[in-house]
């Protein structure tokens, strides 16, 4: 039996669309799940909303278990084949808050501070700690299985385990499979959907759509620039940062605009506020959808819950489809996190890179890309400099390697002095506590 072990399986509603994908895939639908998490109530919440599928979808064909906490962490992943991981260590509160407040003090804005930024370095440090415990126990009790991360920030997590333990990683995310999809929809080019042909390679979040062709291989670009250069020119839109990477860069970018907005130090910019409102930028999104989504969670597990109706459809997610490859080694192509490894000729070795990746049962073989565009590239390594840092101070505890890492930042080096990024990263190791244990002594 396959044995699929779904870390921070409080995270329900993405737990409901992995593992829901998982039951609605013949070669899976009998697996063992095992259900993970140190929150009692969320981890119940969990397994009644995966037993219904389960009973609905799946005519109770799974087997459902779940593990509490961390004495019982080693038992969750145990012979496990797949291991898929959806962890935010910290939650909402008290880390993520903390993550937008302290920094706002310093006169710097973020909208989701989840990849990069001061926020997203944050997270990454009180997050390894977790991770390397995962890759210990992976590494005595199940050596062979795939860890599928899926936790932000996503290139310095998946780089990390791919660096520095032996743990068979790749790194996913959900903007890959429907980039080309919402652009050309939002341009109006729907009838070049289908048949079309890509190339997008980068690093997460900031993946370039290098190549579009339709049916017949003509080139899509000259439309696609010629479009979104007028609908940005004539209209307020929730995509306008990529829209102008299209006019600047001449490349559409795989992440949304209000994440962009705050990978680089061109839009938001205490400088010219005005910025905001031209380009449309919700500044303090993510937490903004945090209570969004919590209020809307709570609704929705009471429906559930009162009749315990509930289905499901296999999503876009590419975690079943790895899985369903690997199992059956019927090939599928994703795009993957993985060391670069000369898969970019222009990045370096050690950055986790975006590349075209085939599955099959001999695992996951990343694609050979050649160079990106320079200035492409260019954009890449202004994140990707902060990344390795960030890496390096997990790695040798070093506050003054945290301060590096916010120095080389491209938005906070705009907005702040070196004597506040120092000031902002002491008083946020300090409010982090023990998530940043490692750092409480300079």
């Known amino acids: ?56 979808v799946n005519q109770d064909r799974a087997v459902i278990k779940t593990y509490l906490g961390v004495e019982n962490r080693k038992d969750a992943l145990r012979d496990a084949n797949f291991v898929v991981n959806a962890i935010q260590v910290g939650g909402y509160e008290p880390c993520t808050v903390t993550d937008f407040e302290i920094p706002k003090k310093y006169g710097l804005r973020q909208t989701i501070a989840d990849t990069l930024g001061i926020g997203g370095i944050m997270r990454a440090l009180r997050t390894i700690p977790v991770m390397k415990a995962f890759a210990d126990d992976m590494e005595e009790v199940c050596p062979d299985a795939w860890f599928l991360n899926y936790t932000n920030p996503m290139a310095i997590l998946t780089g990390y385990m791919q660096r520095y333990t032996k743990v068979k990683t790749v790194g996913l995310c959900h903007s890959v499979q429907v980039c080309s999809e919402g652009l050309l929809k939002a341009l109006d080019m729907e009838d070049k959907l289908e048949g079309r042909k890509e190339l997008i390679a980068g690093i997460n979040h900031m993946g370039w759509l290098v190549e579009i062709q339709d049916k017949d291989g003509n080139d899509l670009y000259p439309e696609i620039r010629k479009r979104a250069a007028e609908k940005n020119a004539n209209e307020k839109h929730n995509d306008m940062v990529r829209f102008e990477y299209i006019k600047h860069l001449g490349y559409y970018c795989t992440e949304s605009s209000e994440h962009n907005a705050e990978y680089n130090p061109l839009f938001i910019k205490s400088k010219y506020p005005e910025l905001i409102e031209n380009f449309n930028i919700p500044l303090d999104e993510y937490p903004r959808r945090c209570v969004k989504q919590i209020a809307g969670w709570e609704e929705e597990k009471e429906n559930i819950l009162k009749d315990g109706k509930i289905t499901h459809e296999r999503s876009k997610e590419y975690a079943s489809y790895i899985m369903e490859a690997m199992v059956t080694n019927v090939p599928y192509k994703i795009g993957g996190n993985v060391l670069n490894q000369g898969l970019i000729d222009n990045l370096p070795e050690d950055a986790c890179v975006e590349v075209p990746c085939l599955v099959d049962a001999m695992g996951v073989t990343p694609c050979h890309v050649g160079k990106l565009p320079p200035q492409l590239a260019a954009m890449n390594m202004t994140n990707i400099n902060p990344q390795l840092l960030t890496i390096e101070a997990a790695i040798n505890k070093k506050r003054e390697t945290i301060y590096q890492a916010a120095m080389l930042e491209p938005h906070t080096a705009a907005e702040l002095s070196i004597d506040d990024i120092v000031a902002m990263c002491d008083e946020l190791i300090e409010a982090h506590g023990d998530y940043m244990a490692d750092y409480q002594t300079k």
């Open 1 to 56: 039996m396959i044995k699929i072990t779904f870390m921070g399986a409080g995270s329900t509603v993405f737990a409901r669309n992995v593992l829901g994908d998982c039951m609605c895939t013949p070669a899976l639908c009998e697996s063992e799940i095992a259900l993970y998490d140190i929150d009692a109530k969320r981890l119940e919440e969990s397994e009644i909303i995966l037993k219904a599928i389960n009973h609905n």
